[in-house]
């Protein structure tokens, strides 16, 4: 049982190039989340998946799009990365949000730098 | 809409010493809190939550929290600090009107524990 995992662990892209950050579970966990975190920012949500095949935006969509075609993975994209997305990803699921069994669990993060 | 306010940016304790973090809330309803802990290089873990019920909550490693709905507060205490609770400490609430869809965490306490 590897919980949550993430794909690349480190990546270094230049502007305007576009590239996919992968996150998967094996916790059968219907929801899953896509946070940034930025020095002194806390963690804050892109984009969530309440259930395989839907979508909704968080907190700070601009500049990234995902897809939730199977229910244990949940993609990240960035189409053409800026500076301003030097950030550290976290994905994160949860299998019944809203209850008090509710527990969000995170992936060790991936670590991408834009030039 | 819902914030997390974590007014200690850094906190320094002595080894053994009793540890309280603050963490103050915004939000209309009975929110969900939730207090989680993130070690360098790591993801983050959780160490307890509230939903509701009881408002004093025990969690992992000794910590135990108190939601007072009066201070829209839910402050995180341990009674003796051993080195290895050195990390950052994150606050987040719950929008229980989407379950927990949508968390919105503080922007983080870090704590370190001098010997």
């Known amino acids: 049982n590897a919980g949550v995992t993430q794909t690349p662990k480190f990546q270094v892209l230049k502007t305007g190039q576009s590239m996919t950050l992968q996150c998967a579970q094996d916790?059968?966990?219907?929801?899953m989340y896509w946070y940034r975190q930025d020095p002194g920012m806390g963690l804050r949500l892109i984009y969530y998946?309440?259930?395989?095949?839907?979508?909704d935006k968080g907190e700070v969509p601009d500049g990234y799009n995902v897809s939730r075609l199977k229910k244990q993975n949940f993609l990240l994209g960035l189409e053409s990365a800026a500076p301003s997305q030097t950030s550290v990803y976290f994905c994160?699921?949860?299998?019944?949000?809203?209850?008090?069994?509710?527990?969000?669990?995170f992936g060790p993060g991936t670590r991408l730098t834009v030039l | 809409a819902q914030s997390v306010t974590q007014p200690d940016i850094h906190i320094t304790v002595s080894e053994g010493a009793s540890l309280e973090l603050r963490c103050n809330y915004s939000?209309?309803?009975?929110?969900?809190l939730f207090w989680y802990v993130q070690s360098p290089g790591q993801g983050l873990q959780l160490l307890l939550k509230?939903?509701?019920?009881?408002?004093l909550v025990q969690g992992i490693k000794g910590f135990e929290a108190e939601f007072k709905r009066s201070q829209s507060s839910f402050n995180l205490r341990k009674p003796s600090v051993h080195w290895s609770d050195a990390a950052e400490y994150f606050c987040?609430?719950?929008?229980?009107?989407?379950?927990?869809?949508?968390?919105?965490f503080g922007k983080g306490t870090k704590l370190s524990v001098i010997p």
């Open positions: 939000y209309g309803a009975t929110p969900y």
């Open positions: 509230y939903f509701s019920g009881d408002t």
């Open positions: 994160a699921s949860s299998s019944t949000p809203g209850t008090s069994t509710d527990t969000q669990y």
């Open positions: 916790m059968n966990h219907n929801s």
């Open positions: 998946s309440a259930s395989e095949g839907t979508t």
């Open positions: 987040a609430v719950g929008d229980s009107g989407a379950g927990s869809y949508q968390l919105t």
